[in-house]
């Protein structure tokens, strides 16, 4: 079988490939068919080249053009949805249904028609105006976009059709997309549309790429490269130190999300009022995609007594009693077994499951940990160890002072949440703890497990680091996560007609909202 | 004489330092007798540890209590104002009128008010509400800054009262500032006044500290510590990218201004209508502050011809014929004196000056250097070293094409300006040539050097790598500096009475911004 091609410069070519890689089938531990390949920097020169070509005309290119892309795009992939749902599934081994048809497959579509009701309405850029001084600024695309996605939404956080890529397109920047290894067909045919969707509505044949694989030292390079606009990773802590290091150094904006264990504080009001539903509501959340979402709860925080006995014994029968559904692949599988050898090695007790199950597949045993409050001081870094899959470890601490103190020592995480009871007798606990909880995560949640991550313009899908590299952004949520892939851009005493249409006096659609003057407005400026 | 005490954890105490240091008058070249401490890690582990505890008390002050410090300290500040001049001149030579007496104290104390009506508005936080889903968020206090002010300003962007001392204290974050070695005495002066407010004013004690200098290991180590929140950085770019790869490895956000040359285009038309002009203004700006500008138009793009050569007489005329004031510091004198060195080595001429003046006092011949368009495309990177300082470079190239491809090796700058005629006779070189300059700069200019950096919301004072550290940012304008002092804080199903109050359905002040499912309303939520 032939080495499948890439997407670069406008072409479906054969890629200058040092070597090839298959995808598994993590159901079956099979290899799959399809031979990809892994790029030269040859690849990655002749894409950035074109997608520096493709940022200038973009950047002249209306938003009506750009909506016109984003909307053809969702529509073909909802043309193609069961093709698409076939080779994820086999890719990913997640369930055809709900999750990857119903579910994932239309936030996907429906993200992107988000995007385009965004760059439609323009507001995401922030115009700012001071009729004064004659001085307008708004933020304008920053250049083409590496994306690099995770392993665990094929479709949602695709590098070539999820979020990342979304937010940058709708910004108005190029994408090179850099498949996950491990869906490497989902993201070929996710291309096919994408760039069936550039050519139909015009677009410059570059402002879609993609190339499967580099070697770690070409991925740094093309981090550092100058006509690198900026990147956006998720994926594995370590690798992705990395690219932000090289990003980093050549002063690239890179945009990471790295690991979070999402601790969750279930407070002893809420164990006596509702312990069984509690532990419901966390083996759900915690088995969902087989515990491989970023915002799985694995470090859950309880108090020492009866009741959170009860609920560890609840929580454990649920764990053993549902049959472990299979990891993304054979390297979720080691990384999880490895991150529970280090959790135990710190002190950590295993209440249920622990280690990998037999092929066929990638399965790992529904696996429940427990550690004290105290042995947890004791060694904070590694009871912190992302155990990326179905496993968690509950903290039992002695009190709140000690429960103050875990927290305190927490890293940087996406969400952390606090299950109290409705009646008002956990209120003092929370008083004291969540503000500590509060500043060590993006979003805090309130009696709800943080596996939903509604794309809302209020959402914060992001963290202090390592969550993600810098506090202040959110990969979720529009308009804010478009600014990720703007650069500002003010005009000073600029003349109307050389100004970009959105700063000048006239409101372009009447719907932008642009800051004048210190008020946020519709209206054209009178003049 | 005895060593000058530090400010840290509410006390003015001496310093366990390594050595000491003393600012330079730079008129006379004479030792001020002042002597400052080089503070050690000891040092810097009390402040980081104050600063710690007092950003957990900041989190819940309301911001009326801000606004009374920053108004307190703004009115002390003019209370001691011709002390505050009297050091500023010594340690500096800035004239004392109009520049630090009537331009730069006011608009020191301008901007404290500006940032205190921002904190008391509370629309910088940018609240933003799904009511649908009850998701909330805002900015939230990143946590103790670490201030590094420049020595250009040693009001207007002096650590402990300048432009990023305001915008991180009025999003609710202790500073501590660590002043610019060349103003020591001045940034005691205004810490005296910050402290004596924030204790009038009921802060944290620790919400405003002062040291003077450290090692640059111990630098490194601060920036990258667990307790700091966010840095500023205004100073040589040798010294900020140290500063960064320490913070950025250890995940930190950190703001820098490093260098921009702030290229300035004069096309054919401008150069015959109003050439002369054009050379006045030029050299006015180029001189202003002895070139020590952040914004100083230090690279100039004409076309060759008779009517540049008749520029370049006007500007050399108008140089030679300016006494040249001193500069900031024997330092700042070395680095000119090398910077043009290597500009000249890189092909540049000597249009005029290009030495250092005899003492007393530090200063350089005001200077003029030229170079081809062909000479400066090879060794672009070399002739656009910064000469910080009252020196310019001119690039005279062939044609359009040319200046295009001199545009296309720029790196990132604050500022480019474009001077054209009011007719429209460079219209079209305009359009060809502006977007190229306008991806490369933070503030594009029309018919105006860049000197002048007005506070105004719409400002841009930023600019792509290496003018900052990240394109998407400014150090001038409110509100947009405050918010890189803030991380997103997202509330998902939190409980009313437990929301920030900003995010209450009621709009706190009735005055505020916030973005309630996608309409910028004051209003409250009904219900």
């Known amino acids: 079988m032939s080495i499948q091609p890439i997407l670069v410069a406008g072409q479906w070519r054969a890629a200058k490939a040092s070597g090839t890689f298959h995808a598994e089938n993590p159901a079956t531990g099979e290899k799959l068919p399809d031979e990809f390949p892994i790029s030269t920097w040859a690849d990655c020169d002749v894409a950035l080249a074109a997608a520096a070509e493709a940022a200038i005309i973009l950047r002249t290119t209306t938003p009506e053009q750009i909506v016109k892309f984003l909307t053809r795009f969702a529509e073909r992939i909802e043309a193609r949805k069961s093709e698409l749902v076939e080779i994820a599934h086999a890719e990913t081994a997640l369930p055809k249904s709900p999750r990857l048809a119903d579910v994932e497959l239309p936030r996907t579509t429906g993200r992107l028609r988000q995007a385009a009701a965004a760059t439609l309405e323009g507001s995401w850029a922030m115009p700012t105006i001071d009729t004064k001084l004659n001085i307008r600024s708004m933020l304008a695309p920053l250049g083409p976009a590496w994306v690099l996605g995770p392993n665990n ?155 959170t006995e009860r609920f560890i014994a609840a929580a454990k029968q649920k764990l053993e009693a549902t049959p472990p559904t299979p990891l993304l692949s054979s390297g979720v599988q080691r990384s999880l077994d490895e991150s529970v050898k280090t959790l135990r090695a710190a002190g950590a007790e295993l209440v249920c499951g622990g280690s990998p199950l037999p092929a066929p597949g990638f399965r790992f045993a529904n696996t429940l940990l427990r550690v004290s409050g105290e042995k947890f001081l004791a060694a904070p870094e590694k009871l912190q160890t992302e155990a990326f899959g179905n496993a968690s470890l509950l903290v039992v601490v002695r009190d709140a002072a000690q429960a103050a103190e875990v927290f305190n020592r927490l890293e940087g995480n996406l969400t952390g949440c606090v299950y109290s009871d409705t009646r008002g007798s956990d209120d003092a606990l929370y008083g004291q703890l969540a503000p500590l909880l509060r500043n060590r995560v993006g979003r805090l949640l309130n009696d709800k497990m943080p596996t939903g991550v509604a794309v809302s313009p209020a959402m914060n899908h992001g963290g202090p680091f390592p969550a993600t590299g810098h506090p202040g952004f959110t990969a979720v949520g529009i308009p804010a996560s478009l600014r990720r892939f703007g650069m500002l851009q003010c005009f000073d005493n600029v003349r109307p007609h050389r100004l970009p249409v959105a700063l000048r006096n006239k409101n372009p659609n009447g719907k932008m909202w642009r800051l004048i003057d210190g008020q946020w407005l519709q209206a054209d400026i009178a003049g």
Chains 1, 2 share one sequence.
């Not at 850099?178 to 677009?203: D, I, Q």
């Not at 050549?250 to 006596?272: D, H, M, T």
């Open 153 to 307: 939404f094929p479709f949602a956080f695709n590098s070539v059709a999820g979020g990342d890529f979304a937010a940058a397109i709708a910004a108005g920047n190029p994408v090179i997309a850099k498949a996950n290894t491990s869906h490497p067909g989902t993201s070929r045919l996710l291309a096919e549309e994408a760039f069936a969707a550039v050519t139909e509505t015009g677009l410059p044949p570059a402002t879609v790429q993609l190339i499967y694989r580099t070697s770690h030292a070409d991925g740094e390079r093309l981090a550092a490269d100058s006509r690198t606009g900026a990147l956006a990773y998720t994926g594995s802590r370590s690798a992705g130190l990395k690219l932000k290091a090289a990003a980093d150094k050549a002063g690239r904006p890179i945009y990471l999300e790295l690991s979070s264990v999402n601790p969750v504080l279930i407070l002893p009001g809420a164990l006596a009022e509702r312990g069984a539903k509690v532990a419901e509501e966390f083996t759900g959340s915690c088995l969902m995609g087989t515990g491989q979402f970023c915002t799985s709860p694995s470090l859950i925080v309880l108090f020492a007594g009866e009741a």
